[in-house]
């Protein structure tokens, strides 16, 4: 298969249970390597940088990621960055910053056991955030969430894109469909979809029609 992500863009990969979801996401991400061919990121190929790379540029949330349940949320937010040798009071600032961004920011003092499964969704990707991704790789990130918060991750997922960065999905029950650019399906080891942004769309003005506004 192949697949081209811009800066961006939001694209969601959606499949049956075993299709490879969580394997395309992975390699993707530059977690497991592909079989064959390349995994490129910004011309580099993700598999020769070794296992060292995520958080320089690429963000990965595994569904399920185990973080610490017994630890509080800013505590885990900020391990990534103390573990590159951040000054703890630049990492303690900047997890306050992601954490606030993804709209938990109240829930800093909190031990993660306590959390819900949509603000630990939500708490997982501050984690890849805390980073400065401009790849944003995420399994599942509405499995087991309440019906009424999944378009809540989801709007945080479109809203990270319009920032710039290129964020990609997957899905299991096509409800982070809805507001992906563009929405690819995996079936039998095969990709299907508009595989490549479009360059170069149409642009149509808006007429005044009548008496009456176009929209």
């Known amino acids: 298969m192949s697949l081209e992500i811009d800066a961006g863009e939001l694209v969601a990969v959606w499949g049956l249970r075993r299709s490879g979801r969580s394997a395309l996401l992975a390699v993707a991400a530059g977690v497991e390597p592909p079989d064959s061919g390349l995994v490129l990121f910004e011309g580099k190929d993700l598999s020769a940088r070794g296992a060292g790379m995520l958080g320089e540029g690429v963000g990965y949330c595994a569904h399920g990621v185990n973080i610490a349940s017994r630890r509080r949320v800013i505590d885990n937010v900020r391990a990534g960055l103390l573990v590159r040798g951040v000054a703890a009071p630049t990492a303690y600032a900047r997890a306050h910053e992601v954490l606030e961004r993804v709209g938990v920011e109240g829930f800093s003092g909190f031990v993660m056991g ?17 980073h400065g991704p401009r790849v944003l790789v995420i399994d599942e990130p509405t499995k087991g969430v309440d019906l009424l918060e999944r378009d809540k991750i989801v709007l945080l997922l479109r809203s990270l894109a319009d920032e710039g960065i290129a964020v990609l999905v997957s899905d299991g029950d096509g409800s982070g469909l809805a507001d992906a650019d563009r929405a690819l399906t995996l079936a039998d080891g095969e990709l299907r979809g508009r595989r490549s942004p479009e360059v170069g769309g149409t642009v149509l003005p808006l007429r005044r029609a009548g008496n009456s506004s176009a929209l």
Do not use: G, H, P
Request: aromatic share 0%.
């Open 114 to 130: 306590d959390l819900d499964v949509a603000e630990t969704v939500r708490v997982a990707i501050a984690c890849a955030l805390v």
